[in-house]
């Protein structure tokens, strides 16, 4: 049994703030000390907080759920308790479970296997576009969890929601997910490498959406995040220049561009036969570093 309350820790604090839990909202008797929710999540390895809360925690969700789910590792039930939503597991493979701010938790990419079920399709495809936007879903945990639980009601409805989804997750991004899905389909040249590293003359670094090496030509998804404000554009020309002058092209798609892929499959397909290609198409649309 344990108490729902802050507790003095950096990580409890941050914890309770996140979630709105309130000091009031404790559980106790004047005979016995229960230790608070941080305290038992720090010390216990068995308890993980879990479902809407690891999101709520990573940023995916901007407000405090209903309650703090927590799962419990191995066969004893958590206690019932207030405000508790309490889960259970009678195993936990390693890579599910992460630290977010200090808290024991579960992956988001986890996470949001276990919450699939409790949204509609559209409001999951926002859940999962918020975490590529925040950086905190790593496509290649999001693809091993759905690997490990093929009959998994969240699973189901992840792949509902989106057909495509190891695709999808290539890319940063909801533009960057249409990419993605555009060079999938459309195109017959590649193969590209996702989020692809580019070391600069001065010993800088960039990013580029999609890179295909041995065309040394980048796409680029411009979504509405600044791209396209003055400031957005001014940025955009300078690392276009810098890529340039490293013997890169970089074509920028927009959401616009994406809704008529055949218009753009062409443009590209040109720039490609420009710059090398002999027009036979790749097999493997994408490949690792």
Same mark, same amino acid.
């Given at each position: 049994?344990?108490?729902?309350?802050?507790?003095?820790?950096?990580?409890?604090?941050?914890?309770?703030?996140?979630?709105?839990?309130?000091?009031?909202?404790?559980?106790? @008797?004047?005979?016995?000390?229960?230790?608070?929710?941080?305290?038992?999540?720090?010390?216990?390895?068995?308890?993980?907080?879990?479902?809407? @809360?690891?999101?709520?925690?990573?940023?995916?969700?901007?407000?405090?759920?209903?309650?703090?789910?927590?799962?419990?590792?191995?066969?004893?039930?958590?206690?019932?308790?207030?405000?508790?939503?309490?889960?259970?597991?009678?195993?936990?493979?390693?890579?599910?479970?992460?630290?977010?701010?200090?808290?024991?938790?579960?992956?988001?990419?986890?996470?949001?296997?276990?919450?699939?079920?409790?949204? @509609?399709?559209?409001?999951?495809?926002?859940?999962?576009?918020?975490?590529?936007?925040?950086?905190?879903?790593?496509?290649?945990?999001?693809?091993?969890?759905?690997?490990?639980?093929?009959?998994?009601?969240? @699973?189901?409805?992840?792949?509902?929601?989106?057909?495509?989804?190891?695709?999808?997750?290539?890319?940063?991004?909801?533009?960057?997910?249409?990419?993605?899905?555009?060079?999938?389909?459309?195109?017959?040249?590649?193969?590209?490498?996702?989020?692809?590293?580019?070391?600069?003359?001065?010993?800088?670094?960039?990013?580029?959406?999609?890179?295909?090496?041995?065309?040394?030509?980048?796409?680029?998804? +411009?979504?509405?995040?600044?791209? +396209?404000?003055?400031?957005?554009?001014?940025?955009?020309?300078?690392?276009?220049?810098?890529?340039?002058?490293?013997?890169?092209?970089?074509?920028?798609?927009?959401?616009?561009?994406?809704? +008529?892929?055949?218009?753009?499959?062409?443009?590209?397909?040109?720039?490609?036969?420009?710059?090398?290609?002999?027009?036979?198409?790749?097999?493997?649309?994408?490949?690792?570093?």
């Amino acid at each position: 049994m344990y108490g729902f309350q802050p507790g003095t820790s950096d990580a409890g604090l941050a914890f309770a703030g996140l979630l709105g839990v309130g000091a009031d909202r404790t559980q106790a @008797t004047a005979s016995l000390r229960v230790p608070s929710l941080d305290e038992v999540l720090l010390l216990d390895p068995r308890y993980r907080v879990s479902h809407w @809360t690891t999101l709520r925690l990573a940023g995916v969700i901007d407000y405090a759920p209903p309650a703090v789910d927590v799962t419990v590792v191995g066969a004893r039930r958590g206690s019932r308790l207030p405000g508790v939503r309490g889960h259970r597991r009678l195993r936990m493979d390693p890579a599910e479970h992460t630290t977010i701010m200090g808290v024991p938790s579960f992956t988001v990419a986890r996470a949001l296997l276990e919450v699939a079920a409790e949204v @509609t399709p559209r409001h999951l495809r926002r859940l999962l576009r918020e975490a590529q936007y925040r950086k905190v879903l790593d496509p290649a945990e999001m693809g091993a969890a759905l690997r490990a639980t093929p009959t998994h009601p969240g @699973t189901r409805c992840l792949r509902r929601a989106d057909p495509e989804l190891a695709v999808t997750l290539l890319g940063d991004g909801p533009v960057g997910g249409d990419l993605a899905r555009f060079i999938a389909h459309e195109l017959r040249v590649g193969p590209w490498v996702p989020q692809l590293e580019l070391r600069t003359p001065d010993r800088g670094l960039r990013i580029v959406d999609f890179g295909c090496r041995h065309l040394r030509l980048a796409l680029e998804g +411009d979504g509405a995040d600044g791209h +396209d404000t003055t400031q957005g554009r001014l940025r955009d020309a300078d690392r276009d220049a810098e890529l340039a002058a490293m013997g890169w092209l970089t074509v920028r798609a927009t959401a616009a561009q994406l809704a +008529d892929p055949g218009r753009l499959s062409q443009q590209v397909h040109a720039i490609a036969r420009d710059r090398g290609w002999d027009g036979r198409p790749v097999v493997d649309r994408f490949v690792e570093v």
